[in-house]
């Protein structure tokens, strides 16, 4: 069993930043794991941000973050990071964080075993 814990979060003017980051009490396995950020707006779906695997090098992104949003992870911190630049009003949603046991680099939901309690981002503009 896997838990995550998202911080981070809070409210910023468009064009500025926010890290968030995911602490996950994996232990050993933490390295093992593909981790992902996804976000939720009020009345729409769950949507995929971002996904790194396990070496920290292979990333993806969603096309409506790529060159604004970075994801990185320290595995000897067990910790995932999201690095959100040029903040705009449509990124205001409530971002998880994700493990995914498996080598995938998935950008499906279905495929996150284990999910955060969420952190609020509000864009103002």
């Known amino acids: 069993q896997v838990q995550l814990v998202e911080s981070g979060g809070g409210l910023v003017q468009a064009g500025g930043s926010l890290r968030l980051s995911c602490l996950a009490s994996?232990?050993?396995?933490?390295?093992?794991?593909?981790m992902g950020w996804f976000r939720q707006a009020p009345g729409k779906e769950r949507e995929f941000v971002a996904a790194?695997?396990?070496?920290?090098?292979?990333?993806y992104y969603a096309d409506s973050v790529k060159g604004r949003f970075t994801i990185s992870r320290d595995n000897a911190k067990n910790t995932v990071y999201l690095q959100m630049n040029s903040l705009k009003p449509e990124d205001t949603a409530v971002y998880y964080c994700a493990a995914d046991r498996t080598l995938a680099l998935s950008v499906s939901i279905k495929d996150y075993d284990y999910w955060g309690q969420g952190t609020q981002v509000t864009v103002s503009s």
């Open positions: 790194i695997r396990w070496n920290g090098v292979n990333t």
């Open positions: 994996a232990g050993r396995t933490f390295s093992s794991y593909t």
